[in-house]
């Protein structure tokens, strides 16, 4: 069960999350987080803490800060959720076309290569040269 009273230092999360506290801080700047102060230090709540999680983890799948930020200020726009669910549900079918063509490209390079590796060794062998000894 979360402790939603708990609240956590700067260095805590750098920490547990195994980032910078300047990388956090760039987070705030962004608008991402919105710790508290407690005298001069920051005070991270819960939903800091899992804010922080899910911008880590959209930045691991390679979605942009900015819309990062998105989707995370409509959580408090709709109690429904429906809103933040049906842009968090576009931006991951965008993401995920945008992977395919990746592959789609990575695959096309790959066989080009292959294609050239194969000719190189073809020729490397016609001059009496084993490239799987030689080189």
Do not use: W
């Amino acid at each position: 069960m979360i402790d939603k009273t708990r609240l956590y230092s700067i260095s805590e999360l750098a920490t547990e999350f195994a980032i910078t506290a300047r990388a956090i801080r760039f987070y705030e700047d962004k608008g991402l987080l919105s710790p508290r102060r407690v005298g001069s230090n920051r005070a991270y709540d819960y939903r800091d803490r899992a804010r922080l999680s899910l911008v880590l983890r959209f930045k691991g799948l390679g979605f942009p800060l900015d819309k990062t930020k998105e989707f995370l200020d409509l959580y408090d726009a709709d109690e429904t959720h429906l809103v933040q669910l049906k842009v968090g549900y576009r931006g991951i079918c965008g993401r995920i076309n945008e992977l395919q063509q990746q592959i789609a490209t990575l695959q096309q390079d790959l066989s080009e290569l292959m294609e050239l590796k194969d000719e190189a060794i073809s020729k490397l062998r016609e001059r009496g040269v084993d490239p799987d000894n030689e080189l």
